[in-house]
């Protein structure tokens, strides 16, 4: 049965806080008045990504009969905010730990390793979707031109957060998921990379406009 405790909810709810503000300084250049504004939408974009990827692996860690909670990284959460002054995020404020013992071989990590960042990818890929179907209103109508903005934000922010996760380094997702299958590493992060590439160098809207033959 899938339960949440009291302090794996605090936890989530500071880590949701801590990336959403590191990301809103990153993309509002420290301007305070710009990244009020951007905030909330961060917090939609970004901070939807963030709590389905790391629900996606307490959901698998589940399915597999394992017992598995989120816990707040403090030093994670510092490094976040500080990397969001020189250009980029430290996107790891926090874990999901599956509790296991001994029992967790190869393939069940890495499966439950790689829940995450494949949720990112859907999402991404949901966000640009939607963002596709409103293009043409959002010119003419304020809340479908604050709702494109959400999406154009939750694609870049989930592409981002999927192929980071899936850099195989220290405790990082990754490193798990390379152990496990090199294949699926390697199709996973650079379906990741390059929609990641996309985003930093057309930008969403302009990667829409491409889809819809504009």
């Not at 990301?23 to 250049?29: A, E, N, P, V, W």
């Not at 926090?94 to 296991?100: E, N, P």
């Not at 304020?142 to 405790?171: D, E, H, K, R």
Request: proline share 3%.
């Amino acid at each position: 049965m899938f339960k949440v405790t009291a302090s794996e909810l605090r936890d989530l709810i500071i880590a949701f806080i801590f990336i959403s503000l590191s990301f809103s300084i990153l993309y509002s250049g420290r301007n305070v008045n710009l990244l009020m504004s951007i905030l909330p939408i961060v917090m939609i974009g970004l901070g939807l990504g963030f709590i389905l990827h790391e629900l996606g692996h307490k959901f698998t860690s589940m399915h597999y009969g394992y017992w598995a909670e989120f816990k707040l990284w403090p030093t994670g959460l510092i490094f976040a905010l500080i990397s969001s002054f020189f250009g980029f995020v430290f996107a790891a404020p926090g874990a999901v730990y599956t509790y296991a013992g001994h029992n967790l071989d190869d393939k069940t990590n890495g499966i439950i390793s790689i829940a995450g960042p494949v949720v990112n990818i859907v999402l991404a890929l949901v966000f640009l979707l939607i963002g596709a179907a409103i293009y043409g209103p959002a010119h003419y109508n304020a809340t479908m031109q604050y709702i494109f903005i959400v999406c154009t934000l939750g694609f870049s922010t989930n592409s981002y957060l999927a192929v980071f996760n899936l850099i195989p380094i220290w405790n990082l997702d990754g490193s798990k998921v390379l152990a496990w299958n090199i294949i699926v590493w390697i199709i996973t992060i650079a379906i990741a990379g390059v929609m990641t590439y996309l985003s930093m160098t057309m930008g969403a809207e302009n990667i829409i406009r491409m889809i819809l033959g504009l």
